[in-house]
């Protein structure tokens, strides 16, 4: 702080103007030494050590399929199989017991669909 006012216009070549770059340039040196000095602190969001990295659209199914084996909506696998299980076990309930009606040969068929492991509701 010489008393250089850098508000008011200098005459190019003058000894303000000349003092004004020099403090100018000085004060750009120590910054790009603080830079310099200054160690970059490393970026957390690249730091992952608790998550799978996927590179691959295999790999990141994998990393996604956390359940392994275990369905976590069963309820809307439900319907379907369902359709499965009475389309193989009707025909069957219906030759063992042929003088049911098809609605009794239906209740008989719900009544094993509770027990059955087919069931997606029972796993």
Request: net charge negative.
């Given at each position: 702080?010489s008393?250089?006012?850098?508000?008011?216009p200098?005459?190019?070549?003058?000894?303000?103007?000349?003092?004004?770059?020099?403090?100018?340039?000085e004060?750009?040196?120590?910054?790009a030494?603080?830079?310099?000095e200054?160690p970059?602190?490393?970026n957390l969001?690249h730091v992952?050590t608790?998550?799978?990295?996927a590179?691959?659209v295999?790999?990141a199914?994998?990393?996604?399929?956390i359940a392994?084996?275990v369905d976590?909506?069963?309820?809307?696998r439900?319907?379907?199989a369902?359709?499965?299980?009475?389309?193989g076990?009707i025909?069957?309930?219906?030759a063992?017991?042929?003088?049911?009606?098809?609605s009794?040969?239906?209740?008989m068929?719900r009544?094993e669909?509770?027990?059955s492991?087919?069931?997606?509701?029972n796993?």
């Amino acid at each position: 702080s010489s008393g250089i006012n850098a508000e008011w216009p200098l005459r190019p070549g003058t000894q303000a103007e000349l003092s004004l770059r020099k403090a100018e340039q000085e004060r750009e040196n120590e910054e790009a030494q603080q830079e310099k000095e200054d160690p970059i602190p490393e970026n957390l969001n690249h730091v992952m050590t608790d998550v799978e990295v996927a590179q691959s659209v295999e790999q990141a199914i994998e990393a996604l399929d956390i359940a392994d084996g275990v369905d976590m909506h069963p309820e809307k696998r439900v319907k379907a199989a369902w359709n499965a299980f009475e389309q193989g076990r009707i025909s069957q309930l219906r030759a063992e017991n042929p003088s049911l009606r098809l609605s009794q040969v239906r209740q008989m068929l719900r009544k094993e669909w509770q027990k059955s492991p087919l069931n997606p509701m029972n796993q």
